[in-house]
RNA sequence: GCUAAAAUAGCUCAGUUCGGUAGAGCAACUGAUUCGUAAUCAGUAGGUCGGGGGUUCGAAUCCCCCUUUUAGCCCCA
């Protein structure tokens, strides 16, 4: 009997009932059956050698698909499971997912591991790929599934037995003489597995309670080459490079003190002038897209904080209070009550609104030691705030300018590749249905009308509402969280603000909001790893580093200093009695993007010979002319 | 916060195994050199070994507490 089998783009082709997406591949190209990873039938993943008897719609994916990446990854993680068990008999095995990067797997065992353990676990697997083990799907019932674990001595695969509903199957994956209770689908046999890498353990709970037994995690990744596990290795290299705490230190722009505290940040000089630049740009394209600054306290009253419910569900994270003549102050976690303190401080109308007010608004949380982490995660941070403050009717508009807003904020500090995220209501909320309805869809029209690719995030959304979030990918592939953009309907509802309609009624307003750039910490953190020190000109602290090639041309120097100086454009000059060499060798390592070398020559003609950063030496130009360049480049942003 | 590791000169790191008066390179400073596209030469100075307590005749080294950092867990701008 034949059925028919219809592929993405709508083609349908015949085949014989029982047919596998395997064979399936293979009727179309052996290339394809080669690269095929998994398959999904009538939108099911399923395994390639599953047995298809009706007229289906079928996938076949292929590793640069993520969910394929995940069955091949997932595959590699029983894969070690299996090789930790030989070598080390005792380990009991607890949960191995597959993750963004590669996979992970948890073992109970009484030593920890040590580096050389990841070598052999490594060469073991290396074994069993080559004898071609087959991974093949079972299914028990649950009274024999508990009894295989309890044989086994597997404590934590009988705890996940007993969470599975008992309408699902209950289905086991075994390669070898190793079985696992798993969903799949996975690889049909170990040889698919080509590269692979462990690349670091640690501990973790169970189950990621600290109340539970630590265990022991291994770290992994895979591929279907060594060309491309190589590619990877390289990026985590890379990535090493960039590490934006390495670099701050290396170009002097910021550091912590034992003194001051963890988490709290010093901006040094070259650090605070490419804040500025930040705040600079930024406060000008607000007062463009016409919203007010406002500046508010770092401390506000136990009230303040009761009200808007910070004390009530976010104490865990605020500072201990402040007494002030035996009143509780709290530094500020957040800057939303003061923002409508200041809406509140009048009568509001409905043809005031929107209103949009932003700041740069300083706030100090306390973030678990374990958590802090260079300028990513720390305790005292400025968030790129702002709050707007409409009616139903203008929700629309504002979203979408805010979300024009963000790209184009995002686009002038040189990132390019954006991931966007909606996230929906989660199933602990506050606000009416209908209003999250109403943002959620105003939310999603204007990303629709935008034409912004985008993914949702079901239940992803905060309890007080929806939210677009949006990421930025950098050249090794990694993510970067930047601009949120949040409804708020438990601060309306708390604050109890209103306004006046044409209806000479008071009615509730939406509240928006949201950060473009996050927090200046966290950007500035993220501006440096993406562009790995060496960051577009117009924010660069020292744009032209200027280099006399000997004492004699000090006074050259200093006049091409001054022009520059006139021109807008930041430069110093390396006045040590240094050779060339040397002075060009630091202002690389410094990564200033031009340098400018000046002797006889230059002197002469009024002419500076340029260099640039990594590109090395441009030539000589007429000192007016390459100002206009510099110009040129820097207006561009 | 939890688990594991770590903190030695401004920076990068040796020295800790087995307790016996603190070491290198770079940077800094001084002098010589005045130089053409990624390191000129010579010399000088610089550290209560993160802080505190303990063991010991003697502690950078062993033990305890604290601070800070790192990798994870948990959480987030």
Request: overall charge neutral; charged content about 30%; some cysteine.
């Amino acid at each position: 009997m034949e059925i028919n089998i219809k592929f993405p783009d709508n083609s349908i082709r015949k085949y014989s009932q029982g047919v596998t997406p395997l064979q399936i591949a293979e009727s179309i190209s052996m290339g394809l059956a080669k690269n095929t990873i998994t398959s999904k039938v009538n939108g099911k993943l399923v395994d390639l050698d599953f047995s298809i008897n009706e007229d289906s719609q079928i996938e076949l994916l292929k590793f640069d698909n993520p969910i394929a990446k995940g069955v091949y990854w997932h595959s590699t993680a029983h894969l070690m499971a299996q090789a930790v068990q030989i070598l080390f008999p005792d380990v009991k095995v607890a949960i191995g997912p597959a993750i963004e990067s590669g996979f992970y797997y948890d073992f109970d065992k009484e030593i920890p591991f040590v580096d050389s353990d990841l070598i052999k676990i490594e060469n073991k697997m290396k074994e069993l790929i080559k004898q071609k083990l087959e991974y093949t799907r079972s299914e028990l019932a649950e009274p024999e599934a508990y009894k295989l674990f309890k044989e086994k001595g597997e404590i934590y695969k009988l705890e996940k037995l007993e969470e599975i509903p008992d309408d699902e199957t209950i289905s086991f994956y075994k390669q070898g003489d190793f079985v696992d209770l798993c969903r799949g689908p996975h690889l049909l046999n170990t040889k698919q597995i080509k590269a692979i890498k462990l690349l670091k353990f640690s501990g973790a709970y169970w189950r990621g309670d600290e109340k539970n037994k630590m265990l022991q995690r291994i770290y992994g990744i895979s591929f279907p080459s060594n060309k491309e596990l190589k590619i990877h290795l390289h990026n985590l290299e890379e990535a090493k490079k960039r590490d934006h705490r390495k670099l701050g230190k290396e170009l002097d722009l910021f550091s912590f003190s034992e003194s001051i505290g963890a988490g709290l940040v010093l901006w040094h000089p070259n650090g605070a002038m490419m804040r500025s630049i930040i705040e600079d740009y930024w406060k000008e394209q607000h007062f463009k897209a016409n919203y007010k600054l406002v500046n508010t306290p770092h401390i506000g009253k136990a009230e303040l904080w009761e009200t808007s419910g910070h004390l009530e569900f976010y104490s865990e994270d605020m500072y201990s209070p402040i007494i002030v003549d035996g009143q509780e102050y709290y530094l500020k976690p957040m800057n939303c009550p003061f923002h409508i303190e200041i809406y509140k401080s009048t009568k509001r109308s409905y043809r005031e609104l929107p209103i949009k007010y932003a700041e740069m608004g300083t706030v100090y949380r306390y973030e678990k030691s374990g958590a802090l982490h260079g300028l990513m995660r720390v305790r005292g941070f400025t968030q790129d705030d702002a709050h707007i403050i409409c009616t139903k009717e203008q929700i629309n508009e504002e979203i979408e300018k805010i979300i024009e807003f963000s790209f184009s904020m995002l686009k002038a500090f040189g990132f390019q590749d954006f991931l966007v995220y909606l996230a929906t209501k989660p199933k602990k909320s506050v606000g009416e249905k209908e209003d999250w309805d109403t943002s959620q869809n105003a939310l999603k029209i204007a990303l629709e009308k935008l034409q912004i690719n985008y993914e949702v995030d079901e239940g992803g959304g905060a309890f007080y509402g929806p939210k677009i979030d949006i990421k930025i990918k950098d050249a090794l592939n990694r993510i970067w969280q930047c601009s949120t953009i949040q409804f708020d309907f438990n601060l309306s509802t708390r604050f109890k603000m209103e306004y006046i309609g044409k209806d000479n009624k008071p009615h509730k307003p939406f509240m928006v909001h949201r950060a473009l750039l996050g927090s200046l910490e966290r950007f500035f953190g993220t501006l440096i790893e993406y562009h790995a020190g060496n960051f577009p000109l117009w924010l660069c602290p020292v744009q032209v580093k200027i280099l006399p090639i000997s004492e004699h041309y000090e006074e050259y120097a200093k006049q091409v200093h001054e022009s520059l100086l006139k021109s807008g454009i930041r430069s110093e000059i390396d006045f040590r009695n240094e050779k060339i060499g040397f002075k060009i060798r630091e202002a690389e390592l410094m990564k200033n993007p031009y340098m400018f070398i000046v002797g006889q020559k230059e002197q002469e003609n009024n002419a500076v010979s340029v260099r640039k950063h990594t590109k090395g030496d441009l030539g000589s130009f007429s000192l007016e002319e390459f100002i206009e360049k510099l110009l040129s480049e820097i207006s561009k942003k």
